[in-house]
T-cell receptor, first 112, second 114 residues
């Protein structure tokens, strides 16, 4: 079945860039997502990328996709303490009517 | 994006009782909703897919008689945990999908069974 892997922890200093990495196994993955979850809260969609794209940038967020290596990354520029949260990578093979397969999440800690 | 609410946000119940969790799509007609479960410090695991007007599709290992799902309208799906036990304590999250690329998640319901 599909599998999505992420490193569990990342710690960065305020103002530095954060890079969260994700690998997936399903070569038919079409849509790849990054969600943010703050303590005790639901999931907030940060950004998504289609498999025919290599990069997507949205303000401080940059997503890079290497489809050959099945590797996805999320770069957060000028990381702030408010960025401390768990970041989930997820993939889907079709449009929104199919469920997402999530990674275990990367806990980002930002040190002031 | 779509606004999704869940009610209640936190519930504590005694073992053996049943609990109903509501998931509402406030501004979006959701033909499909998904129910996920998240154990502490773990990822979201899909429990079932709820389609408006038809029976839910459950993932392997999820007891359909224990987790009753009803999707009676395009804006409401309910998950009822029947005869709850402490091992059912978890964070239950719903999401809505309407055919676009995005899925919108509710804020989650924390269930604690004592």
């Amino acid at each position: 079945g599909e599998d999505v892997e992420q490193s569990l922890f990342l710690s960065v200093r305020e103002g530095d860039s954060s890079v969260i990495n994700c690998t997936y196994t399903d070569s038919s993955s079409t849509y790849l997502y990054w969600y943010k979850q703050e303590p005790g809260a639901g999931l907030q969609l940060l950004t998504y990328i289609f498999s025919n794209m290599d990069m997507k940038q949205d303000q401080r967020l940059t997503v890079l996709l290497n489809k050959k290596d099945k590797h996805l990354s999320l770069r957060i520029a000028d990381t702030q303490t408010g960025d401390s949260a768990i970041y989930f990578c997820a993939e889907s093979t079709a449009r929104g009517n199919t469920p997402l397969v999530f990674g275990k999440g990367t806990r980002l800690s930002v040190i002031a | 994006g779509a606004v999704v609410s869940q009610h209640p946000s936190w519930v504590i119940c005694k073992s053996g009782t049943s609990v109903k969790i509501e998931c509402r799509s406030l501004d979006f007609q959701a033909t499909t909703m998904f129910w996920y479960r998240q154990f502490p410090k773990q990822s979201l695991m899909l429990m079932a897919t709820s389609n408006e007007g038809s029976k839910a599709t459950y993932e392997q290992g999820v007891e359909k008689d224990k987790f009753l799902i009803n999707h009676a309208s395009l804006t409401l799906s309910t998950l009822t945990v029947t005869s709850a036990h402490p091992e059912d304590s978890s964070f239950y999250i719903c999401s809505v999908a309407g055919g676009s690329y995005e899925q919108y998640f509710g804020p989650g319901t924390r269930l604690t069974v004592t």
